[in-house]
């Protein structure tokens, strides 16, 4: 069962994620962050922001956490109690954002129409992985600390494809219940809302503001010194 | 100089009357969807009025456009890279469906299947969003023809810098006047919908200065909505991309008219292209408040000028663009008779659809008979009742003009960018036309007071020939001069037609369904 859970379900959800999320690309039209603000925008604004601005801080702490956990196990005294209270408090803040995104989600005539199954049940997913988290920070102390001494050990042996599940299944049940769920949510994406986060608009800042673009290059396509084999048909077209 | 060809469009306020035909073309060709019931890439306002979605006009309120900082550079006022990108969870400046209208339609089957009974049956409201009874509370041209009304005519934002007495005037039931304001997307040459959208969804198309979204870039992001000052672009709830007018491409690529300019009644619509220099857009579009029209006049180049067709030819515009920017009648009303302006020019835009401003019922004012005033009326005053006097009074030339129903501010305001000379300019030339028509037709005004009219206005009777032509008697093919858009001729020169034959047009053809 952990060998299930720990050592093949990884694989499966992250094998769906990335060739499902191609998949679901193709064309890009399936991609949209699919924002319900036109129809509700009043509740939207508090919960969106309070979820959204939660969610970026505790996925850059696992993120970071990840990539260099000396960082993190390194960090002692003063400092670590620091970053466990502002993690804490992101958590806790997306647990808000969440509740009342799906207090939205349910009680709002206009919002249930633009409403299926799977935004429900991602939502619920996500807030009960929240919730897991914020438990375990809490009651397990220092988890900015043991999570990069002992769990990050544990994700680098995935990604190595070489799974060493021993130290995560001498987890409690809660962080397996918590790392599972993550697994969870990571293979559902493709199938999800949650898509949108992969076209995140960064390429914005660089870009310049105006964008024109032509069906031919418009030098060459009239000239009869270009070559045919230049010239293609647009993509557009 | 980089000349580019952008087809463009004069709409002639004085002869709309307000049908709404072109608004329902528009509807039943590309918004009768779910998702965009509430879209209306073309509608119809009524002028003073607070127009569709609410107040449009006010960015006070939707921040759309740009403004100029004090450096002499333009910025996105709602939108941009800063603000765009940190409102991206919520967009507090975005008009929410009840700033349009909750789009509804009638339970027309409970009038058939009702049983018999002592009342008439009903047809209640629904909600085409929730599928449930509503109360109306709006609807797209719901200030129609309510000018002088305190909910919509004195909610005009055009109104805010007028002095309250002016404002009074505007509405003295006997002085009561309003006029038609159609209005599409104006395809800018500076779009500030393509400069907010975050994913790069939104361009202008290099061939014809067509503002398109591209539907598969689209991210739900939104910021256009807010961005567009006009609010013409907009967003589909149920499949979750933008929307806007495409200036019926298809049509155009096919040589036929777009849908609202075919089908007006009034034929008040006019369809041509014009050539532009876009080294210079920006340039143009950070002028100082008072130059933005005459320098937006000077970004359009004269096509006849031999050095613009040689540098047009070398930036690829063909020859056939060429020839039809020559035939332009947007050319003709927009730089050589310098007859219509842009609607708002200070949201700095650079708009591409051009409005002759309406001089009726502007200038008709009507006096009581024992008036000091009508006492002055000449011969030419039409009795209307026994009492009334219907004035055209046209004795001073153009001694009405400043004298108009509508302070020539608030006019300036849509259409000067502020500016009452400019305003004024273009109300006594189409003044200047009417007198001269009436000497050539009726006879009643001399020739020397026509042509002091004339003169006045620097117009030739060429030119008022011209005018008048183009106003009243042109065709089909001399209202829409549409160049062809080439696509067919570059296939045809590399493959075989019968390879991409159904491929043109659009090319993607996908079910507008929400994502899972």
């Given at each position: 069962m952990d060998m299930l859970l720990f050592g093949a379900l990884p694989y499966v959800a992250f094998a769906i994620f990335v060739i499902g999320s191609i998949y679901r690309y193709q064309n890009g039209f399936k991609y949209s962050s699919l924002s319900s603000q036109l129809l509700e925008t009043e509740k939207l604004f508090s919960a969106s922001v309070a979820f959204h601005m939660g969610i970026i801080v505790i996925f850059l702490g696992h993120f970071i956490g990840f990539f260099f956990p000396s960082l993190f196990s390194s960090i002692g005294g003063t400092s670590l109690v620091i970053l466990e209270i502002v993690g804490v408090m992101f958590g806790v803040l997306a647990i808000i954002g969440l509740v009342m995104l799906f207090i939205r989600r349910v009680t709002t005539d206009r919002i249930k129409v633009v409403t299926n199954r799977m935004d429900l049940v991602i939502e619920v997913l996500l807030i009960l992985q929240f919730i897991l988290g914020v438990v375990i920070a809490i009651e397990m102390k220092w988890g900015s600390s043991w999570y990069a001494s002992n769990m990050v050990p544990y994700l680098h042996s995935i990604f190595a494809f070489n799974p060493d599940i021993a130290g995560m299944v001498a987890m409690p049940i809660l962080v397996k219940l918590h790392v599972v769920g993550a697994f969870l949510i990571i293979l559902l994406i493709p199938f999800s809302r949650l898509v949108h986060f992969l076209v995140a608009p960064f390429h914005y800042i660089t870009r310049p503001y105006q964008v024109v673009r032509w069906n031919w290059n418009r030098k060459t396509i009239r000239d009869p010194k270009t070559s045919w084999d230049d010239i293609q048909r647009p993509k557009n077209n | 100089m980089d000349v580019r060809a952008q087809i463009s469009m004069v709409f002639h306020l004085d002869k709309c009357l307000g049908c709404h035909t072109c608004t329902v073309a528009c509807k039943n060709i590309w918004t009768d969807r779910k998702g965009a019931e509430y879209m209306w890439w073309n509608n119809v306002e009524t002028k003073p009025g607070t127009g569709y979605p609410s107040k449009w006009e006010d960015q006070e309120i939707y921040k759309g456009g740009w403004e100029r900082t004090k450096s002499g550079k333009i910025k996105l006022k709602g939108a941009g890279k800063m603000k765009g990108l940190l409102n991206i969870f919520h967009n507090p400046n975005l008009p929410v469906i009840d700033d349009y209208y909750e789009p509804f339609t009638y339970k027309y089957l409970d009038l058939i299947e009702s049983?018999?009974?002592?009342m008439q049956p009903v047809a209640r409201p629904i909600s085409l969003i929730t599928g449930k009874p509503i109360d109306i509370k709006m609807g797209p041209n719901w200030d129609d023809d309510l000018s002088g009304t305190p909910d919509f005519a004195r909610k005009d934002p055009n109104l805010a810098n007028l002095t309250p007495a002016e404002q009074e005037s505007m509405f003295q039931l006997e002085k009561m006047a309003f006029y038609y304001l159609p209005r599409i997307c104006n395809h800018c040459l500076n779009p500030a919908c393509v400069a907010s959208c975050p994913s790069g969804a939104i361009y202008k198309r290099g061939e014809d200065g067509v503002v398109l979204i591209d539907q598969d870039v689209c991210r739900g992001w939104r910021m256009c909505i807010t961005a567009c000052p006009y609010k013409k672009a907009y967003y589909n709830w149920n499949s979750g991309k933008s929307e806007k007018c495409l200036l019926c491409y298809p049509r155009l690529e096919s040589g036929q008219a777009p849908a609202c300019m075919h089908s007006c009644v009034g034929r008040i619509r006019y369809l041509g292209a014009l050539l532009y220099d876009a080294d210079k857009i920006e340039e143009i579009a950070s002028s100082p408040e008072g130059d933005l029209i005459n320098n937006q006049m000077d970004i359009y180049l004269d096509p006849f000028d031999p050095e613009v067709i040689k540098a047009a030819a070398e930036s690829g515009v063909p020859d056939s663009t060429i020839k039809a920017a020559q035939d332009s009648p947007i050319y003709k009303f927009v730089k050589e008779w310098k007859l219509a302006l842009p609607l708002h020019a200070e949201f700095r835009t650079l708009p591409n659809l051009f409005y002759v401003p309406p001089l009726l019922p502007v200038m008709a004012s009507v006096t009581q008979e024992n008036d000091s005033d009508g006492s002055e009326l000449n011969e030419m005053s039409k009795h209307w009742t026994d009492k009334w006097l219907y004035d055209t009074s046209i004795d001073e030339i153009f001694g009405t003009i400043e004298q108009t129903r509508f302070p020539i501010k608030y006019m300036a305001n849509l259409f000067g960018a502020g500016d009452e000379a400019l305003m004024v300019d273009k109300l006594k030339k189409l003044m200047a036309i009417r007198i001269y028509r009436r000497y050539k037709t009726v006879g009643d005004i001399s020739q020397e007071k026509s042509d002091q009219a004339l003169a006045e206005v620097n117009l030739t009777e060429e030119d008022a020939e011209g005018i008048y032509y183009l106003t009243s008697l042109a065709k089909f093919d001399e209202r829409f001069v549409i160049p062809a858009a080439h696509r067919e001729q570059s296939i045809e020169m590399m493959e075989s037609t019968a390879d991409v034959?159904?491929?043109?047009?659009?090319g993607f053809i996908e079910k507008p369904v929400r994502g899972m």
């Open positions: - | 049983p018999q009974q002592e034959k159904g491929s043109t047009g659009f």
